[in-house]
Antibody, heavy 119, light 112 residues
């Protein structure tokens, strides 16, 4: 069974940092691109960042570029999102999602980890 | 960025009746490989999104056949042939043709 389990969320002050992690199981992790997608409370979905299966290709939304860093460890089946210079508008549930079934198509989602940026 | 516009925002439906959700993109979603990367997701209350449909009309494994997707170019539709209580939630369309991937604002399906 494919599973994606996020962790690392919490309450942080504006300007602070957090490191999110995603533990994958039930599939060949190194064969899939993985993305982070976020959802602000009561709002819609926003793509944040993606990393190719090998880790060679990395992309960011303009809203987080220069502040967030995505990385993966295929030996440990894990994904990370280092979030620096956090802002109130980064407050959201962050989902780790697997790309499968086509270009930027998300076939499996984790349960999400909540990031709250507030003083 | 490609803007995905869904309608209606809210859709009250009677159990057993059909429902239809529209999604319009600001640019054609036909990719250079000939595929159209338009997906539909369902998000039940308190749950993560779940993909229902990919590449316009392909149903994911385990998705009931009362769900169907159609459309082309910039106009797409998700139809539920007979709404059941478990279909309550928010439905999102999403395009993967153009970078960055973008989502529609969502349509909330509720039972009358």
């Amino acid at each position: 069974e494919v599973q994606l389990e996020e962790s690392g969320g919490g309450l942080v002050k504006p300007g602070g940092s957090l490191r999110l992690s995603c533990a994958a199981s039930g599939f060949t992790f190194s064969a899939y691109a993985i993305h982070w997608v976020r959802q602000a409370p009561g709002k819609g979905l926003e793509w944040v960042s993606s990393i190719s299966s090998s880790g060679r290709y990395i992309y960011y939304a303009d809203s987080v570029k220069g502040r967030f860093t995505i990385s993966r460890d295929n030996a440990k089946n894990s994904l990370h999102l280092q979030m620096n210079s956090l802002r109130a508008e980064d407050t959201a549930l962050y989902y780790c999602v697997r790309e499968g079934g086509g270009r930027y198509s998300y076939d499996y989602w984790g349960q999400g980890t909540l990031v709250t940026v507030s003083s | 960025d490609v803007v995905m516009t869904q309608s209606p925002l809210s859709l009250p439906v009677t159990l057993g009746q059909p429902a239809s959700i529209s999604c319009r993109s600001s640019q054609s979603l036909v990719y250079s490989d000939g595929n159209t990367y338009l997906n539909w997701f369902q998000q039940r209350p308190g749950q993560s999104p779940r993909r229902l449909i990919y590449k316009v009309s392909n149903r994911d494994s385990g998705v009931p056949d009362r769900f169907s997707g159609s459309g082309s170019g910039t106009e797409f539709t998700l139809k539920i042939s007979r709404v059941e209580a478990e279909d309550v939630g928010v439905y999102f369309c999403m395009q993967g043709t153009h970078w960055p991937p973008t989502f529609g604002g969502g349509t909330k399906v509720e039972i009358k």
